[in-house]
């Protein structure tokens, strides 16, 4: 709650224009190519990586595909709409979040394991990252409260992690919201009417 004295300057609080920029779809599933739209909408251009690509959409949606490669190195923001398996566990690595943009905004809604924390944090301190907006985090099962990951844990690199991902998490270039996309009264019904 801001009290009248409270200084309601935008001073720092100067953001930037989606439109005109480049953003990275990896994953062109359903809900990557939701937000392909979304993003069109703004005025953004779209490179997208799959290992399937669907050229006939990608003329319908107006966006091109690229290699991996092309993705990191050109985009302004990177979106990861994969699932989780053997091929994509920790995908954005040491290796492939320093090839990013300068400046680049990562996003992940899809799932934690897909981004190697240690990785992200490196870079997000370093300000080679300029942001990252998270749905979901390796390893946020094990972030609680203090007292009790010192009673259950028998490992002090798991301890060391989870700190180094609760002070990545309070960092102000990183948003954190739970997983919830599926808890609306819409959604629930429709998972309901499938079931």
Sequence with gaps: IRTLNEDYSNQGLQGFDLQGKTLGIIGVGRIGLHVIRIARGFGMKVKAFDIHQDHFISEIMHFEYGTLDEILKTCDVISLHMPHNK?????LDEEKLSKTKKGVIIINTSRGQLIKNEALYKYLENGHIFGAGLDVLDGEELIKSEEELMKNSDS????????????????????????????????????????
């Excluded at 091929?87 to 995908?91: A, E, I, L, P």
């Design 156 to 195: 002090s690199k798991e301890i060391q992690e989870v700190f180094r991902d609760k002070k990545m998490l309070k960092m102000e270039n990183v948003i954190f919201t739970p997983h919830n996309a599926f808890n609306s009264v819409e959604a629930v019904q429709r998972i309901l009417d499938t079931t």
């Design 87 to 91: 091929n994509t566990h920790h995908f």
